[in-house]
């Protein structure tokens, strides 16, 4: 048993989506979240800057004492996992793998898709994984820069004008070669799930990959014995680094709950003096 909290981080408010599940699956964790909202997008920013800002969020979070740490973002997933989990003193998860796991539990006839932000997909991590696990499945795999915006701005119910034509872009040629499952490779996207299920048929899977995460934290914790104490009372506790009432407002949304946990402001000078080892 282990009463400190997970942390969780994301480059926004995207990551909430794992949180979430979490809040489902193991309610009686104590989270914390860092939402980098201040420097939010990552997805549109190059491997070297989205390592330094993952890894200040990381250290971030080890000044929390956490016991695990969840990296919720696609794009921090893709581009700087491999170097965040041999960093980290503490197990730690992302959301590619356990998400590539369920595609490939889920898929009927091999043909997988992949949307996320413009870093994930150009890393290739994703149809990498895919690859190994099901060598000769068919894989498509674009980004779809406009999705997270929208979601931000409060775009995301199937009908809406803006979302309709945002799916038309992006999703025609999953629908056109018909994948039978698809990924949702960034944190922001399980918000549009309803609007993607519209656009692509019941038919299709969508595969939540914060949800899968949340999941995988759950595994992890059970095996090395680390689940919070019976009876403890779990929270969620957030900090950003833009302000935090914009946060509460739209964190909502995301969490599908109203924000009951303490909000704070990470000054960016702070954010950008952390180190997670002598290297980054
Ligand atoms: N949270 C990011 C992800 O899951 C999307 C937002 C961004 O570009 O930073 O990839």
Do not use: N, W
Request: hydrophobic residues 40%.
């Amino acid at each position: 048993m282990d009463s400190r909290p997970i942390g969780v981080f994301d480059s926004g408010l995207g990551g909430l989506t794992a949180v979430r599940q979490l809040r489902r699956i193991l309610p009686e964790e104590k989270i914390v979240y860092f939402g980098d909202t201040g420097r939010v997008p990552y997805g549109s920013r190059g491997r070297e800057t989205i390592t330094r800002y993952a890894a200040q969020g990381a250290r971030l979070l080890l000044d929390h004492q956490v016991k695990v740490i969840l990296s919720a973002c696609g794009t921090v997933s893709s581009v700087a996992g491999e170097l965040l989990e041999e960093a980290c003193p503490c197990p730690y998860l992302e959301v590619v793998a356990p998400a590539v796991e369920a595609a490939c539990r889920a898929t009927r006839r091999g043909r997988i898709g992949v949307i996320a932000t413009r870093a994930t997909i150009s890393s290739g991590k994703f149809q990498r994984l895919l690859q190994q696990k099901l060598p000769g499945a068919f894989l498509l795999a674009a980004p779809c820069p406009l999705f997270v915006p929208l979601v931000e701005e409060g775009h995301y119910q199937p009908g809406d004008p803006l979302v309709e034509d945002a799916m038309e872009l992006y999703l025609s040629h999953f629908r056109q070669e018909q994948v039978d499952t698809l990924i949702l490779g960034c944190t922001h996207y399980p918000l549009l799930a309803p609007a993607i299920s519209a656009y692509m048929g019941d038919e299709v899977t969508l595969i939540d990959s914060g949800r899968e995460a949340a999941e995988a934290v759950a595994a992890l914790l059970r095996e090395k014995e680390l689940l919070a104490p019976t009876g403890q009372q779990g929270s969620c506790d957030c900090m950003v680094s833009d302000s935090a009432e914009g946060f509460s407002r739209l964190a909502r949304i995301f969490l599908g709950e109203t924000m009951e946990g303490h909000v704070s402001h990470v000054e960016p000078d702070v954010l950008e003096s952390l180190r997670l080892t002598a290297g980054i």
